[in-house]
């Protein structure tokens, strides 16, 4: 499979795990099974995350095999595109990629756009607001380097930056206590990761249909951020300020609007709109006793929620992989039933002594990782296989200790149907080779000829690379 393939297969899956986490989140909100911030936004952020890190992709990777389905039942999507369909793959691998950059491209130009807004930003130079800003990045643990600014323009304060953090000040009084819950609440956000996370969220909206209707995803990541910001930011201030007091101070900190300010939509602030402040005063009200969990448990929760999806999208594949070799194998078996009596009579089976063998260019193992240990088959086990075959290229499978006298059966199919190309067995000590040479679906049985050490073949005797699937069982 080459890299348009595996990526269209990573896109597909992705896709799929990321699309059921955010099913199970909206289920699980919507039916009231989840009302502490701090879960309901955790799984969210999980959703968020599965919809751009291949989990279920990656898991296929560490347990693949060459074939589909081979002797420990672990499988892979193993095929190969041409023609059409590899254009249709690549462009749907380009639109992804344009959708994934899309929202980071438009936070650099709209950043390189405010650079005038921006330009008016000065880094803050009272000592005593640095030293109270120091102590409480102390107290939460916080490490990073985080820029205390000014800026004449700024009507509220927020946090920026996904690399370069900034908690950005207007340019105004505030009292000891207003700072403490600025700089309190900003730093919340900035352990949330909100700002990166908001700009997947508009990544995921411009896969979804997203309408007033339909409230996308970047939305609930405001919403939730926001509710979970504040929660933790009560339980930082202490037991002596409860949300009420908390949210107290926030509207003495708004004494201006947001109406003049919609230049950067990519930050997290302080302060809203009239009606979003509401529904976080009416939500800390509603569950001012939820208590946040504990960090072993939201990292079992979010282990769990991951496994959950991921799992999913592997037994869904798992499937889809088994119903393949379901209809592999019955093409092959009617294959083999149609021409025993007929065609493969008509194979004339050849010898070529490997000391004179120079029909191929190189030899290409099909599971390399796989030489140290040889497989052991039963009698009758069928092994499936599919394979990119390149111009005059010798494919070949893993060892298989065999007998003299055994009987070795291939069957296989190639696409073009027009290209020449062999299958059979090889003595891997010798290299002498037993093959039979045709076009489109071959079958043969092949009789070892010696004790030894074997790989079933498929050499491309053309000039255009083939898509040779089949299968080959001994007894």
Known sequence: MNWIDQASVAIVLTLLTGTLGLGFWKLAVRAGLIRNPQIVYLLLRLACILFVMPFGYLLIQLTVRDGFIQTQNLWQLNFHTTGIVKFVLMALCAVWAYLLVKPFAGYIRRSAADREFYAGTFPENDEKILRLFGEIQKQMNIHGKITVCRNDQLSVPNITGIFRHRIVLPCCDYSGEQLRVIFTHELMH??????????????????????????????????????????????????????????????????????????????????????????????????????????????????????????????????????????????????????????????????????????????????????????????????????????????????????SGQKVHVSCSSVPTTNTYWIGIMNDFSGDVIYVSGRGDLSHTFTVPSNGKYRVLVQNESDATISAAGSYYYY
Not at 332 to 349: F, I, P, R
Request: glycine share 4%.
């Open 190 to 403: 900035y352990k949330s990761r909100d700002v990166f996370f908001k700009l997947i969220a508009i990544y995921i909206d411009s896969l979804l249909p997203v309408s007033e209707d339909i409230p996308g995803v970047r939305k609930a990541v405001d919403l939730w951020s926001e509710y979970y910001c504040d929660m933790r930011t009560v339980r930082a201030l202490g037991d002596d300020n409860s949300g009420k007091y908390y949210f107290e101070l926030i509207m003495s900190i708004m004494r201006t609007t947001l109406s003049e300010q919609k230049r950067n939509c990519i930050f997290s602030m302080l302060g809203e709109a009239g009606d979003a402040l509401e529904r976080r005063i009416e939500y800390m009200k509603r569950y001012k006793d939820v208590k946040l969990m504990a960090t072993g448990t939201a990292a079992a929760l979010a282990f769990a929620f991951l496994a959950a999806n991921v799992s999913t999208v592997y037994a869904a594949g798992s499937q889809l992989a088994q119903i393949s070799d379901y209809v592999y194998e019955s093409s092959y078996d009617k294959l083999e039933d149609t021409v025993a009596d007929g065609e493969e009579a008509a194979l004339t089976e050849e010898f070529l002594s490997g000391a004179e063998d120079g029909s191929y260019s190189e030899i290409e193992i099909a599971n390399p990782e796989a030489e140290e240990i040889m497989p052991i088959l039963d009698a009758y086990q069928q092994v499936t296989f599919n394979w990119s075959v390149s111009p005059h290229v010798r494919m070949v499978s893993s060892l298989y200790s065999l007998k």
